[in-house]
């Protein structure tokens, strides 16, 4: 089963989750993790492990070939994103606004702009005792996220074995990326805190996941702070609350020095005992179901 | 006319509140503009009247007319994007993965594909309890284009500044490194970075700053919370110092924050014995430091 982590507002604890849940369950169940924020990927600060694969990975984006070209212009108003401009007599490419979608090249009638690989970001895959983490890290300057999701995707398709259990730690916001790395999965987890922040940015991420049509289920961050709309929210929603976690400075500290929570803080434990057993239930549904 | 820039790296790390800080302490002096339009959160605590909206239109999705199409395929042979699905003797597309390149309808031989322009949200420019401006908007659920609706924001936010004579533009920016950051960013005159002291602070602080320094904008720092790991804002502080930063700024961690929050109040508002002067100092460094740069 493959469940990604997401949440609208930033900061509210998807990546403590992912890792926690993620090393957590690798301990009795073949489990992945994948790191799909890869504008800002975090897992890799509280999960180490050997690396074992390394990745360069590149976007297809035009190229000029001045000696071919007879500057119809054809590119430029094919171009969509504005990434090819005809600009007197040079056709000017801005790779960081190239969606790769090859319809300049391809439809160029002297086959003037071809192809060329131009690096976006390192894909790594790192392995230890029990759990194979997956990293997509987006170089500097690089625009779009996407791309890079996809591929990282793809890597965790790609590899030999089968898991049990795939958690990807996802983007916030609630555009392109976080939708690009909630697609696939086959449930998405929800991370919110109940401040009205959270609240407002919950409504975001639910209608957002509501029209890619996924099963969503909310973890409630940091209970204590804040106020109980939130709660009220899921109810008149019929969003499955499956866990909360209590705001703590000590939970605040061990993450702030890349620590696992789980190990130390017992109610932390019982709140991904609870997670992994709903997880579970809906396994054996969907087994019964096919 | 200045312009400011909020942004973290890391999300959650305060960028929000300290922007509405701001508000309160700069009043009619400002112009705020919400460019973290993924999950625009500024109006939540100045709760602003809106003055004007308008529909903004960006980009164009693909559609198939099927009394049309054929069935041939073709322009599922070019899609890069998986955006056209079968369905009976014909084809459809998926919006939410059309990026909006048009690849299929040059190449449809039948003409059965249209490109329809793109209602990806509202704009509003509104007067906030504050006393200062703000821009922002509301990105439609699942849109993309993002980082062209943070440059519309933008443009709205300095011509305002401009038709109303005011002194500074403080944008809330978005978390990550992506489109609608590098928009954020792009003609600012100096980068707020607010960040945390922790692993994940750090980390994506590094990369943040090597983003703004790309671009060349002077850029100062914000630790909040510097408390919580006193160690790591102390990392945090000699990197910056190494990276050429010379401003930067603490604000220790207090449940004044998540109170004022949980009540739709600024900070400023909510305990201004303590924060009025704290954040009065901060912002004279800031605009003093922005001044000699």
Known sequence: ?290 | MREIVIISGKGGTGKTSVAAALAFITSDNTVMGDCDVDAADLHLILQPDILQREDFFSGVKAEIDREICIGCGKCDEVCRFDALVVEGSTYRVEPLRCEGCGYCSYVCPVEAIRLKEQNIGECYISRTRAGSYLAHSRLGIGADNSGKLVTRVKRDARLLAERENKEFIIIDGSPGIGCPVIASLSGADFALIVTEPTRSGIHDLKRVLELSQNFGIPTGCLINKNDINLEIAEEIEIFLHENGIRYSGVIPYDIDFQQALSRGQSIIEYNPERWKPFFSELWNKISEREEKL
Not at chain 1, 75 to 80: A, D, F, L, T, V
Not at chain 1, 154 to 171: A, M, V
């Open chain 1, 1 to 290: 089963m493959r469940i990604a982590i997401a949440s609208g507002k930033g900061g509210t604890g998807k990546t403590t989750l992912s890792v926690n849940l993620a090393r957590y369950a690798s301990l009795s169940r073949r489990t992945l993790l994948a790191d799909l924020d890869v504008e800002e990927p975090n897992s890799g600060v509280f999960i180490g492990g050997r690396l074992i694969t390394e990745k360069e990975v590149f976007r297809q984006v035009p190229s000029w070939e001045e000696k071919r070209c007879t500057l119809c212009g054809k590119c430029s108003e094919y171009c969509k994103f504005n990434a090819v401009l005809k600009l007197g007599g040079k056709i000017v490419i801005m790779p960081e606004l190239c969606h790769s979608c090859y319809a300049c090249s391809e439809l160029c009638p002297e086959n003037a702009l071809p192809m060329v690989s131009d690096p976006h970001g390192t894909i790594r895959h790192y392995q230890s005792d029990t759990l194979n983490f997956i990293e997509g890290r987006l170089n500097i300057g690089e625009e779009q996220a996407p791309p890079l999701i996809r591929e990282t995707i793809k890597y965790t398709e790609h590899l030999n074995c089968s898991f049990e259990l795939e958690f990807w730690d996802s983007p916030p916001g609630t555009s392109c990326p976080v939708i690009t790395a909630t697609s696939e999965a086959d449930l998405v987890i929800l991370v919110t805190e109940p401040t009205p922040f959270g609240l407002y940015d919950l409504q975001l991420a639910v209608e957002t996941m509501k029209k890619l049509g996924k099963q969503t289920a909310v973890i409630v961050n940091r209970v204590g702070i804040g106020n109980e709309e939130l709660f009220s929210y899921c109810a008149e929603q019929n969003l499955s609350v499956w866990a909360t976690i209590p705001d703590s400075r000590e939970i605040a500290e061990l993450y702030s020095m890349g620590e696992l929570i789980y190990p130390k803080i017992k109610e932390y434990r019982d709140s991904l005992d609870v997670i992994l057993q709903r997880i579970s239930e809906l396994e054996s549904q969907q087994c019964v179901k096919s």
